[in-house]
């Protein structure tokens, strides 16, 4: 079976802290990619980071960073020093065979002044 | 606007009518995606095109739901009989790809909301 888990449906912070997306998955395949997409208000999908899973190599894009941990199935994004604009909506999903993707639930992030 | 886009953006309808959405993906994409996004979920994969084949059918995707992309190029997604449980948003995405087993990013529209009432 493939799955995407995110298990907090909902968070706030304040303006400037650090928050963690979590982002738990499930597949039997050897070769797959993660993903995460962001959803603003306004709705479309914003790719933000792809990792297959061969690369462990955390990464770091400005005040974004993800840690991949194949040990625990784990893809946690990491928003630090966090802005209004950082509120929306983060998807985590995985892709295995061919292009179908798998989205988790998705977190709501609310980002308070 | 190069990306891909879709029409029309907000539908409402009323149970029991027929409703045809339109994907316009990114012109030298070959493949093509729908989903489905409702209230507080992710988005659900429906169906997946590569030109003008159908490739990949999801079970969302009752009889009532047919998908065409007749010349490889837009893609129209048409519901028969709505019911209320078909309300959502529709989302399209398209990407470039030549192999099953690579990722290749896909990109997506700003989605079709739908109201059946």
């Known amino acids: 079976a493939q799955k995407v888990t995110q298990a907090q449906t909902e968070i706030s912070v304040v303006e400037k802290e650090d928050v963690t997306l979590d982002c738990v998955y499930e597949t039997r395949d050897t070769t797959y990619y993660l993903f995460w997409y962001k959803q603003p208000p306004s709705g479309e999908l914003v790719f933000l980071i792809r990792r297959n899973s061969f690369d462990e190599q955390n990464e770091i894009s400005g005040r974004y960073s993800w840690n991949f941990q194949k040990s625990t199935s784990s893809f946690n994004f990491t928003i630090t020093a966090s802005q209004v604009v950082d509120s929306a909506v983060y998807f985590c999903?995985?892709?295995?065979?061919?292009?179908?993707?798998?989205f988790g639930p998705g977190t709501s992030l609310s980002v308070i002044p | 606007d190069t990306g891909v886009s879709q029409d029309p953006r907000h539908k409402i309808t009323k149970r029991g009518q027929n409703v045809t959405f339109r994907c316009d993906p990114i012109?030298?994409?070959?493949?093509l995606y729908w989903y489905r996004q409702t209230l507080g979920q992710g988005p659900e994969f429906l169906t997946y095109?590569?030109?003008?084949?159908?490739?990949?059918k999801s079970r969302l995707l009752s009889d009532r739901f047919s998908a065409e992309r007749p010349k490889g190029s837009f893609s129209t997604l048409e519901i028969q009989r709505t019911e209320q449980g078909d309300s959502a948003m529709y989302l399209c995405?398209?990407?470039?790809?030549?192999?099953?087993?690579?990722?290749?990013?896909?990109?997506f529209g700003p989605g079709t909301r739908l109201t059946v009432l």
């Open positions: 995405a398209s990407s470039f790809g030549t192999s099953s087993s690579s990722y290749n990013e896909q990109f």
């Open positions: 095109f590569q030109n003008e084949a159908q490739l990949e």
């Open positions: 012109s030298e994409h070959n493949r």
């Open positions: 999903a995985l892709k295995t065979s061919y292009d179908k993707v798998i």
